[in-house]
Protein backbone atom coordinates (compact mmCIF):
# COMPACT_ATOMS: atom_id res chain seq x y z
CA UNK A 1 0.00 0.00 0.00
CA UNK A 2 1.52 3.15 -1.08
CA UNK A 3 2.19 5.55 1.88
CA UNK A 4 0.23 8.91 1.89
CA UNK A 5 1.16 12.26 2.89
CA UNK A 6 -0.18 13.02 6.61
CA UNK A 7 -3.21 15.25 6.73
CA UNK A 8 -1.39 16.46 10.08
CA UNK A 9 2.04 17.57 7.92
CA UNK A 10 1.27 21.26 8.52
CA UNK A 11 -0.14 21.12 11.87
CA UNK A 12 2.19 23.03 15.06
CA UNK A 13 4.02 20.15 16.80
CA UNK A 14 3.35 19.46 20.34
CA UNK A 15 5.90 19.70 22.98
CA UNK A 16 6.03 19.19 26.87
CA UNK A 17 5.42 22.40 28.31
CA UNK A 18 7.54 23.90 31.14
CA UNK A 19 6.07 26.20 33.45
CA UNK A 20 8.34 29.11 34.79
CA UNK A 21 8.54 30.85 38.23
CA UNK A 22 6.25 34.61 37.83
CA UNK A 23 5.13 33.82 34.94
CA UNK A 24 1.92 36.50 33.73
CA UNK A 25 -1.04 35.00 33.20
CA UNK A 26 -0.64 35.62 29.58
CA UNK A 27 2.36 33.55 29.58
CA UNK A 28 0.46 31.21 30.72
CA UNK A 29 -2.41 30.86 28.63
CA UNK A 30 0.28 31.30 25.61
CA UNK A 31 1.66 27.47 26.97
CA UNK A 32 -1.67 26.35 27.96
CA UNK A 33 -2.46 26.97 24.25
CA UNK A 34 0.58 24.96 22.79
CA UNK A 35 -0.70 21.64 24.94
CA UNK A 36 -4.21 20.10 24.71
CA UNK A 37 -8.01 19.71 25.19
CA UNK A 38 -9.52 22.53 27.32
CA UNK A 39 -6.25 24.10 28.30
CA UNK A 40 -6.26 24.84 24.06
CA UNK A 41 -9.47 26.21 24.34
CA UNK A 42 -9.12 28.42 26.92
CA UNK A 43 -5.98 30.19 25.44
CA UNK A 44 -8.13 30.45 22.28
CA UNK A 45 -11.03 32.05 23.72
CA UNK A 46 -8.65 34.64 25.65
CA UNK A 47 -6.89 35.22 22.17
CA UNK A 48 -11.09 35.94 20.96
CA UNK A 49 -11.86 38.33 23.38
CA UNK A 50 -8.81 40.20 23.15
CA UNK A 51 -9.83 40.39 19.16
CA UNK A 52 -13.09 41.81 20.22
CA UNK A 53 -11.53 44.30 22.24
CA UNK A 54 -8.56 45.35 20.12
CA UNK A 55 -11.40 45.30 16.69
CA UNK A 56 -13.86 47.89 18.63
CA UNK A 57 -16.81 45.68 18.65
CA UNK A 58 -19.54 46.75 20.81
CA UNK A 59 -19.34 43.36 23.51
CA UNK A 60 -22.23 42.06 25.73
CA UNK A 61 -21.47 40.02 28.48
CA UNK A 62 -24.28 37.15 29.41
CA UNK A 63 -24.49 36.47 33.32
CA UNK A 64 -26.12 33.01 34.19
CA UNK A 65 -25.62 31.46 37.13
CA UNK A 66 -24.31 31.87 40.52
CA UNK A 67 -21.68 33.56 39.60
CA UNK A 68 -22.03 37.30 40.90
CA UNK A 69 -23.47 36.11 44.54
CA UNK A 70 -20.05 34.28 44.61
CA UNK A 71 -17.83 37.18 44.30
CA UNK A 72 -17.04 37.25 40.61
CA UNK A 73 -18.62 40.84 40.48
CA UNK A 74 -15.37 42.45 40.48
CA UNK A 75 -14.37 41.48 37.51
CA UNK A 76 -17.19 42.55 36.06
CA UNK A 77 -16.40 45.65 37.35
CA UNK A 78 -12.70 45.49 35.92
CA UNK A 79 -14.16 45.05 32.83
CA UNK A 80 -16.84 47.27 32.74
CA UNK A 81 -14.23 50.48 34.18
CA UNK A 82 -11.62 49.56 30.92
CA UNK A 83 -14.52 49.87 28.43
CA UNK A 84 -14.17 46.29 27.48
CA UNK A 85 -18.04 45.46 28.06
CA UNK A 86 -20.86 47.51 26.55
CA UNK A 87 -23.82 46.15 27.45
CA UNK A 88 -24.60 43.41 29.65
CA UNK A 89 -27.84 40.84 30.43
CA UNK A 90 -27.94 39.51 33.67
CA UNK A 91 -30.77 36.65 35.42
CA UNK A 92 -32.53 39.50 37.67
CA UNK A 93 -31.48 37.17 40.14
CA UNK A 94 -27.80 38.22 40.14
CA UNK A 95 -28.79 41.80 39.99
CA UNK A 96 -30.06 41.18 42.87
CA UNK A 97 -27.35 39.56 44.97
CA UNK A 98 -24.58 41.84 43.36
CA UNK A 99 -26.18 44.58 45.81
CA UNK A 100 -26.10 42.45 48.87
CA UNK A 101 -21.85 43.66 48.66
CA UNK A 102 -23.30 47.09 48.02
CA UNK A 103 -24.88 47.78 51.39
CA UNK A 104 -22.59 45.33 53.03
CA UNK A 105 -25.11 42.42 53.81
CA UNK A 106 -23.43 39.04 54.68
CA UNK A 107 -22.33 36.43 52.04
CA UNK A 108 -20.21 33.69 53.35
CA UNK A 109 -18.01 31.49 51.86
CA UNK A 110 -19.24 27.97 53.22
CA UNK A 111 -18.57 24.22 52.72
CA UNK A 112 -21.35 22.66 50.20
CA UNK A 113 -22.21 19.59 52.58
CA UNK A 114 -24.57 20.44 55.00
CA UNK A 115 -27.48 19.07 56.72
CA UNK A 116 -30.16 21.60 55.07
CA UNK A 117 -32.59 20.77 57.23
CA UNK A 118 -30.35 22.24 60.30
CA UNK A 119 -29.25 25.38 58.10
CA UNK A 120 -33.19 25.85 57.25
CA UNK A 121 -33.97 26.18 61.24
CA UNK A 122 -30.73 28.17 61.74
CA UNK A 123 -31.86 30.79 58.60
CA UNK A 124 -29.42 29.98 56.61
CA UNK A 125 -29.86 29.87 52.99
CA UNK A 126 -26.71 29.12 50.51
CA UNK A 127 -26.30 28.50 46.75
CA UNK A 128 -23.83 25.31 47.07
CA UNK A 129 -21.04 27.22 48.78
CA UNK A 130 -22.12 30.79 49.27
CA UNK A 131 -23.77 31.39 52.05
CA UNK A 132 -26.83 33.50 52.71
CA UNK A 133 -28.67 34.78 55.71
CA UNK A 134 -32.35 35.05 55.13
CA UNK A 135 -33.08 37.66 57.41
CA UNK A 136 -29.58 39.88 57.11
CA UNK A 137 -29.14 39.70 53.83
CA UNK A 138 -32.78 38.49 51.43
CA UNK A 139 -35.14 40.07 53.49
CA UNK A 140 -32.82 43.14 54.00
CA UNK A 141 -32.19 43.09 50.71
CA UNK A 142 -36.02 43.24 49.64
CA UNK A 143 -36.62 46.05 52.13
CA UNK A 144 -33.96 47.80 50.04
CA UNK A 145 -35.17 47.15 47.16
CA UNK A 146 -38.97 48.10 47.91
CA UNK A 147 -37.35 51.70 49.04
CA UNK A 148 -36.01 52.34 46.15
CA UNK A 149 -39.05 51.84 44.06
CA UNK A 150 -40.89 54.16 47.01
CA UNK A 151 -38.30 56.89 46.42
CA UNK A 152 -37.90 57.20 42.99
CA UNK A 153 -41.36 56.17 42.09
CA UNK A 154 -41.47 59.73 40.34
CA UNK A 155 -39.26 58.13 37.63
CA UNK A 156 -40.92 55.02 37.59
CA UNK A 157 -44.23 55.72 37.20
CA UNK A 158 -46.51 56.32 34.28
CA UNK A 159 -44.43 55.08 31.88
CA UNK A 160 -43.72 51.44 30.31
CA UNK A 161 -39.48 50.84 31.19
CA UNK A 162 -37.38 48.37 29.55
CA UNK A 163 -35.82 46.22 32.23
CA UNK A 164 -32.62 48.26 31.47
CA UNK A 165 -34.53 51.28 32.01
CA UNK A 166 -35.19 50.19 35.24
CA UNK A 167 -31.53 48.82 36.49
CA UNK A 168 -29.88 52.30 35.32
CA UNK A 169 -32.69 53.92 37.91
CA UNK A 170 -31.85 51.65 40.17
CA UNK A 171 -27.95 51.53 40.15
CA UNK A 172 -27.97 55.46 40.33
CA UNK A 173 -29.84 54.79 43.28
CA UNK A 174 -27.35 53.04 44.85
CA UNK A 175 -24.52 55.27 44.11
CA UNK A 176 -26.43 57.64 45.78
CA UNK A 177 -27.40 55.41 48.71
CA UNK A 178 -25.04 52.22 49.23
CA UNK A 179 -22.06 52.74 51.30
CA UNK A 180 -19.92 50.18 49.40
CA UNK A 181 -21.13 51.23 45.49
CA UNK A 182 -18.13 50.25 43.96
CA UNK A 183 -18.45 47.17 44.60
CA UNK A 184 -21.83 46.90 42.52
CA UNK A 185 -21.56 45.67 38.82
CA UNK A 186 -25.06 47.07 38.58
CA UNK A 187 -24.14 50.87 40.24
CA UNK A 188 -20.76 50.85 37.64
CA UNK A 189 -22.97 50.00 35.07
CA UNK A 190 -25.64 52.87 35.25
CA UNK A 191 -22.38 55.08 36.45
CA UNK A 192 -20.88 54.42 32.80
CA UNK A 193 -23.78 54.61 30.82
CA UNK A 194 -24.07 50.43 29.97
CA UNK A 195 -27.27 48.92 29.56
CA UNK A 196 -27.91 46.05 31.96
CA UNK A 197 -31.02 43.95 30.92
CA UNK A 198 -32.56 40.96 32.47
CA UNK A 199 -33.12 37.72 30.48
CA UNK A 200 -36.56 38.09 32.21
CA UNK A 201 -38.63 40.13 34.00
CA UNK A 202 -40.40 37.47 36.20
CA UNK A 203 -38.17 35.09 37.33
CA UNK A 204 -36.29 36.63 40.47
CA UNK A 205 -36.86 38.39 43.80
CA UNK A 206 -36.69 41.58 42.57
CA UNK A 207 -39.77 41.18 40.47
CA UNK A 208 -41.44 39.32 43.71
CA UNK A 209 -40.92 42.68 45.49
CA UNK A 210 -42.36 44.61 42.49
CA UNK A 211 -45.13 42.15 42.96
CA UNK A 212 -45.88 43.55 46.54
CA UNK A 213 -45.15 46.99 45.14
CA UNK A 214 -47.97 46.56 43.34
CA UNK A 215 -50.46 45.93 45.90
CA UNK A 216 -49.13 48.42 47.96
CA UNK A 217 -50.18 50.68 45.54
CA UNK A 218 -46.71 51.55 43.76
CA UNK A 219 -46.77 49.27 40.38
CA UNK A 220 -43.94 49.40 37.69
CA UNK A 221 -44.60 48.58 34.53
CA UNK A 222 -42.22 46.79 32.16
CA UNK A 223 -42.33 45.41 28.62
CA UNK A 224 -40.38 42.41 27.29
CA UNK A 225 -41.06 43.96 24.03
CA UNK A 226 -39.18 47.04 24.48
CA UNK A 227 -36.36 44.80 26.19
CA UNK A 228 -36.27 42.83 22.34
CA UNK A 229 -36.64 46.25 20.43
CA UNK A 230 -33.55 48.25 22.58
CA UNK A 231 -31.36 44.98 22.46
CA UNK A 232 -31.92 44.59 19.11
CA UNK A 233 -31.13 48.34 17.76
CA UNK A 234 -27.80 47.54 19.79
CA UNK A 235 -26.50 44.67 17.91
CA UNK A 236 -27.71 46.75 14.51
CA UNK A 237 -26.71 50.10 15.00
CA UNK A 238 -23.37 48.45 16.00
CA UNK A 239 -19.97 48.20 13.48
CA UNK A 240 -18.88 44.83 15.03
CA UNK A 241 -20.80 42.86 17.74
CA UNK A 242 -18.97 40.37 20.06
CA UNK A 243 -20.62 38.03 22.80
CA UNK A 244 -18.83 36.73 25.82
CA UNK A 245 -21.56 34.21 27.40
CA UNK A 246 -20.95 32.78 31.30
CA UNK A 247 -22.83 29.64 31.09
CA UNK A 248 -25.93 29.32 28.98
CA UNK A 249 -29.77 29.51 29.87
CA UNK A 250 -31.70 32.99 29.38
CA UNK A 251 -29.08 35.64 29.25
CA UNK A 252 -27.69 33.61 26.30
CA UNK A 253 -30.54 33.26 24.29
CA UNK A 254 -31.93 37.03 25.40
CA UNK A 255 -28.50 38.09 23.38
CA UNK A 256 -28.04 35.86 20.76
CA UNK A 257 -31.84 36.34 19.76
CA UNK A 258 -30.78 39.84 18.69
CA UNK A 259 -29.69 38.57 15.12
CA UNK A 260 -33.05 36.73 14.28
CA UNK A 261 -35.32 39.67 15.89
CA UNK A 262 -33.33 42.05 13.18
CA UNK A 263 -33.36 39.50 9.98
CA UNK A 264 -36.23 37.36 10.60
CA UNK A 265 -38.86 39.32 12.65
CA UNK A 266 -38.21 43.31 11.35
CA UNK A 267 -37.21 42.09 7.83
CA UNK A 268 -34.05 43.68 7.98
CA UNK A 269 -30.65 42.33 5.90
CA UNK A 270 -28.47 41.82 8.68
CA UNK A 271 -25.93 38.27 8.89
CA UNK A 272 -25.80 38.04 12.87
CA UNK A 273 -23.14 39.13 15.43
CA UNK A 274 -19.53 39.31 14.37
CA UNK A 275 -17.88 37.04 17.20
CA UNK A 276 -18.90 34.74 20.31
CA UNK A 277 -17.04 33.14 23.18
CA UNK A 278 -19.23 30.94 25.40
CA UNK A 279 -18.36 29.26 28.89
CA UNK A 280 -20.37 26.52 30.06
CA UNK A 281 -20.72 22.44 30.93
CA UNK A 282 -24.49 22.18 29.45
CA UNK A 283 -24.45 19.55 26.33
CA UNK A 284 -26.36 20.03 23.27
CA UNK A 285 -28.14 16.56 22.90
CA UNK A 286 -30.88 17.04 24.80
CA UNK A 287 -31.42 20.98 24.86
CA UNK A 288 -29.81 22.15 27.80
CA UNK A 289 -26.79 24.11 25.85
CA UNK A 290 -29.56 27.10 25.89
CA UNK A 291 -29.51 28.35 22.35
CA UNK A 292 -27.81 25.84 20.72
CA UNK A 293 -23.66 25.27 19.70
CA UNK A 294 -22.29 28.45 17.87
CA UNK A 295 -22.07 26.17 14.54
CA UNK A 296 -25.75 25.16 15.03
CA UNK A 297 -26.96 29.06 16.00
CA UNK A 298 -25.40 30.20 12.54
CA UNK A 299 -28.15 28.36 11.00
CA UNK A 300 -30.63 30.77 12.54
CA UNK A 301 -28.64 34.15 11.89
CA UNK A 302 -27.33 34.80 15.43
CA UNK A 303 -23.74 34.72 13.88
CA UNK A 304 -22.03 35.45 10.51
CA UNK A 305 -20.46 32.25 9.78
CA UNK A 306 -19.48 29.15 11.28
CA UNK A 307 -15.73 30.38 11.35
CA UNK A 308 -13.52 28.56 14.70
CA UNK A 309 -11.32 31.84 14.62
CA UNK A 310 -14.39 33.62 15.82
CA UNK A 311 -16.60 31.59 17.63
CA UNK A 312 -14.97 29.36 20.40
CA UNK A 313 -17.13 27.41 22.93
CA UNK A 314 -15.00 26.67 26.33
CA UNK A 315 -16.02 23.48 28.31
CA UNK A 316 -15.47 24.38 31.58
CA UNK A 317 -17.58 25.66 34.97
CA UNK A 318 -16.66 29.84 33.98
CA UNK A 319 -15.68 30.25 37.86
CA UNK A 320 -12.22 28.65 36.25
CA UNK A 321 -11.90 30.59 33.02
CA UNK A 322 -13.52 33.92 33.52
CA UNK A 323 -10.98 35.22 35.90
CA UNK A 324 -7.87 33.95 33.41
CA UNK A 325 -9.87 35.59 30.83
CA UNK A 326 -9.82 38.68 32.54
CA UNK A 327 -6.78 39.04 33.53
CA UNK A 328 -5.36 38.42 29.95
CA UNK A 329 -7.03 41.71 28.58
CA UNK A 330 -6.23 43.83 31.95
CA UNK A 331 -2.75 42.99 30.36
CA UNK A 332 -2.75 42.75 26.96
CA UNK A 333 -5.76 45.43 25.98
CA UNK A 334 -5.48 49.21 26.65
CA UNK A 335 -8.58 50.83 28.12
CA UNK A 336 -11.50 51.87 25.63
CA UNK A 337 -13.64 55.00 25.86
CA UNK A 338 -17.00 53.89 27.08
CA UNK A 339 -19.81 55.12 24.69
CA UNK A 340 -22.41 55.44 27.18
CA UNK A 341 -24.99 53.51 24.51
CA UNK A 342 -27.50 53.97 27.17
CA UNK A 343 -27.52 58.13 26.39
CA UNK A 344 -28.34 57.17 22.76
CA UNK A 345 -30.10 54.02 22.51
CA UNK A 346 -33.66 55.94 22.09
CA UNK A 347 -31.86 57.16 18.99
CA UNK A 348 -30.75 53.54 17.84
CA UNK A 349 -34.14 52.48 18.60
CA UNK A 350 -35.82 55.20 16.62
CA UNK A 351 -33.24 54.06 13.67
CA UNK A 352 -34.16 49.99 13.76
CA UNK A 353 -37.64 50.86 13.76
CA UNK A 354 -37.46 53.05 10.65
CA UNK A 355 -35.48 50.02 8.73
CA UNK A 356 -38.43 47.82 9.57
CA UNK A 357 -39.81 46.19 6.63
CA UNK A 358 -44.03 46.85 6.28
CA UNK A 359 -46.10 44.08 6.88
CA UNK A 360 -46.95 42.02 3.98
Same mark, same amino acid.
Given at each position: ???????????????????????????????????????????????????????????????????????? #? #?? *?????????????????????? +??????????????????DDLLRQHGDTRIYDIGIREIET??????????? =?????? =???????????????????????????????? &????????????????????????????IEGFPVRLSSQKDILDSAAITF?????????? #??????????????????????????? +???????????????????????? =??? #??????????? *???? &?EYSLVFPLLVAHVLDACSARQP??? =???????????????????
Amino acid at each position: METQQSMFEHAPDIQPQLLRPNMSITDLLTVMGQTCFEARNVARGARLFQRMIEAQDTIWLGIAGAGIAGGL #G #GM *VINLLQEGFINVICSTGAQVYH +DLHFAFGLPVKAISPRHDDDLLRQHGDTRIYDIGIREIETLEAQDQLIQKF =VRERYD =VLEDRTLASWEFNYELGTWVLEKAAKPDKSFV &ATAARLGVPLFWDSQANHSIAMNLARLEIEGFPVRLSSQKDILDSAAITFNSQGTGFVEL #GGGGPKNFIQQTGPTIQQILGIDFEGA +DRGLQIGTAVEREGSLSSCTFSEA =VTW #GKYRADDATQL *VQIW &AEYSLVFPLLVAHVLDACSARQPINL =VASLPTMTHTLKQKMRPAQ
